[in-house]
């Protein structure tokens, strides 16, 4: 049974700080590419950042130099260091696990149920 645990989400004032995490269960977590994705009210879903099986990164303009994603295989765990926060970053944040097989071809897609991040005074 694969799983996948958000926590660390909450209220912040603007200029604030979170890290949000993420666990990981039921998957070898080492060959899966991780990402961190939002969702506000009324609005699509779109990704934050990304970290691949490699350790590449990649990250959404809005978020470049103030958003941090790392990950630590031995601990099957995700996180993303958010900085500087403001109030368009408020948005439920969802964990992804994606693994892609030899070919590039998406094979398994794993999503977590979420965690609320508000940005306000």
């Known amino acids: 049974q694969v799983e996948l645990v958000e926590s660390g989400g909450g209220l912040v004032q603007p200029g604030g700080s979170l890290r949000l995490s993420c666990t990981a269960s039921?998957?070898?977590?080492?060959?899966?590419?991780m990402g961190w994705y939002r969702q506000a009210p009324g609005k699509e879903r779109d990704l934050v950042a990304y970290?691949?099986?490699?350790?590449?990164?990649q990250y959404d303009d809005s978020v470049k130099g103030r958003f941090t994603i790392s990950r630590d295989n031995a601990k099957n765990t995700m996180s993303l260091q958010m900085n500087s926060l403001k109030p368009e970053d408020t948005a439920v944040y969802y964990c992804?696990?994606?693994?892609?097989?030899?070919?590039?071809?998406?094979?398994?897609?794993?999503w977590g149920q979420g965690t609320q991040v508000t940005v306000s005074s």
């Open positions: 970290i691949t099986s490699g350790g590449t990164t």
């Open positions: 992804s696990a994606k693994y892609y097989n030899d070919y590039d071809i998406l094979k398994n897609d794993y």
């Open positions: 039921g998957i070898t977590f080492s060959i899966y590419d």
